[in-house]
């Protein structure tokens, strides 16, 4: 069983993609991302991954407000990240209405904030967004590579009381060309009891079953469902076959 989790990206309000996590490399799918996240909640799709693009940009939570109506319009469980950098920026998704939140950049750039995110709220509720080049971290909205190497990092914030990571090999971003699988083979031979969601990459609904093969426990899909290269009533049938 794997679960599936649609993103929505957000630039300027507005449900939007990059690829390879490039602002010039924009498209606008939808003006309205509360319609998009209806759609998916009336699919049957019970989680979603929204990113706030404008706040990795500014360093702070900019699209609360997409958050909050997007919360209180569906059912869906939702992880919001981009930009979360204080207990402030916290404080508002939550009361927005965040189920969890995904920190990134602040993992690398104050450990001890984020550190103190896992202790004040636990894992459940805290996920590590880790992003990678080469198995190297990468942060502030893909426009910096680290030398910091994936699985040291990973497994730091596994021992503080983080249990799901996010992953996104940058290089596979909205590219279509599949998911970095034997990277994610790698990290769950190292990490058994990793809740890994795989992201990036994803173009068909093989790529999905793929890593379900390969026992990765989620997956998040943007682009291909966008393009119409996964149509949700496939991901619905998929996901009624596995729940």
Known sequence: MIEIIPAIDLIDGKCVR?????????????????EVAKMFADAGIRRLHLVDLDGAKAHHIVNHKVLEKITSGTN????????L?????????????????????????????FGSWISRFGGDKIILGADVKNEKIAVGGWLETTEIDLMPFVANYMSKGVNKVICTDIS??????????????????????MYLIA?????????????????VPAVITG?????????????????IKNQ
């Open 76 to 83: 869906l469980i939702v992880d919001f990240g981009g930009g």
């Open 199 to 215: 992201s990036g990459g994803v173009s068909s609904l093989h790529d999905i079953e793929l890593l379900q093969e390969a026992e």
């Open 85 to 113: 950098k204080s207990d402030d920026d916290l404080r508002i998704a939550f009361e927005c209405g965040a189920s969890m939140i995904t920190g990134g950049s602040i993992a690398v750039k104050n450990p001890e904030v």
């Open 172 to 193: 596979k971003d909205g590219m279509l060309q599949g998911p970095a699988i034997d990277l994610y083979k790698k990290m769950l031979s190292e990490k058994p009891e």
């Open 18 to 34: 990059l690829s390879q996590g490039d602002y010039a490399q924009k498209i606008v799918y939808n003006e309205n991302p509360l």
């Open 223 to 239: 682009k291909a469902i966008y393009e119409g290269r996964i149509k949700l009533n496939e991901l619905t049938r998929f996901l």
